[in-house]
């Protein structure tokens, strides 16, 4: 089993919609990073959590330490928002270590 | 500022021929990580370098080396190149270790061994 667990794995949504990507982790951690990987291949980093919520524009974040889980919503998607969100965790053993989920691919319809 | 700046982009290679990854950083930063990505799985650690003059193995560091040439440059040799290692291949620098500081990625290298 990964330690980083991301659902689902494929998202079509209509454009407008609340999508909601999970992530759930299976180690002790100092932080978790969602990063978001265009179809040009660039990756940039979209938050860092090491608890409670964070907002950025229409995106938000929010993590639960005792549950081990992490959400990313993106509130009235817009086809400009397909890409591919990477959950990655900073557990404790590792410094500034990351370790990746496999990824979400979101296709956003016009 | 370029941010993180990957050579070659893309790169075909021949079984048992060598080739270096450049990497180079123009943020300052002490930190800096060689990945790669496979279809079907997460982005994986090959090799980091938390400071210059050091550098340490990750999750999957067989068939690569690395050498810290300067804060700015971090390379990733293959000596011999294997079908196996064809991948993408992303560098990625961080200013430490600390758990609020973002790593920054380079475009990537697309790397086919034939």
């Known amino acids: 089993k990964n330690e980083v667990e991301q659902s689902p794995q494929n998202l079509t949504a209509q454009e407008g919609e609340f999508i909601t990507i999970n992530c759930s982790y299976s180690?002790?951690?100092?932080?978790l990073h969602w990063l978001q990987q265009h179809p040009g291949g660039g990756i940039v980093s979209l938050f860092m959590?090491?608890?409670g919520k964070k907002k950025h524009g229409r995106l938000i974040a929010t993590i639960n330490i005792q549950e081990k889980h992490s959400s990313l919503h993106i509130t009235a998607s817009h086809p400009r928002d397909s890409a591919v969100y990477i959950c990655?965790?900073?557990?404790?053993?590792?410094?500034?270590?990351?370790?990746f989920g496999e990824g979400t691919q979101l296709t956003v319809n016009p | 500022n370029a941010g993180v700046t990957q050579t070659p982009k893309f790169q075909v290679l021949k079984t048992g021929q060598s080739m270096t990854l450049q990497c180079a950083q123009d943020m300052n930063h002490n930190s800096m990580y060689w990945y790669r990505q496979d279809p079907g799985m997460g982005l994986r650690l090959i090799y980091y370098?938390?400071?210059?003059?050091?550098?340490d193995k990750g999750e999957v560091p067989n068939g690569y080396n690395v050498s810290r040439l300067n804060k700015r440059e971090f390379s990733l040799r293959l000596e011999s190149a294997a079908p196996s290692q064809t991948s993408v291949y992303f560098c990625?620098?961080?200013?430490?270790?600390?758990?609020?500081?973002?790593?920054?990625f380079g475009d990537g290298t697309r790397l086919s061994i034939l």
């Open positions: 959590l090491s608890s």
């Open positions: 990655a965790v900073r557990s404790f053993p590792s410094g500034s270590r990351l370790t």
């Open positions: 370098s938390a400071s210059e003059g050091t550098t």
């Open positions: 180690v002790g951690i100092s932080a």
């Open positions: 990625a620098s961080s200013e430490g270790g600390a758990w609020h500081q973002p790593q920054h």
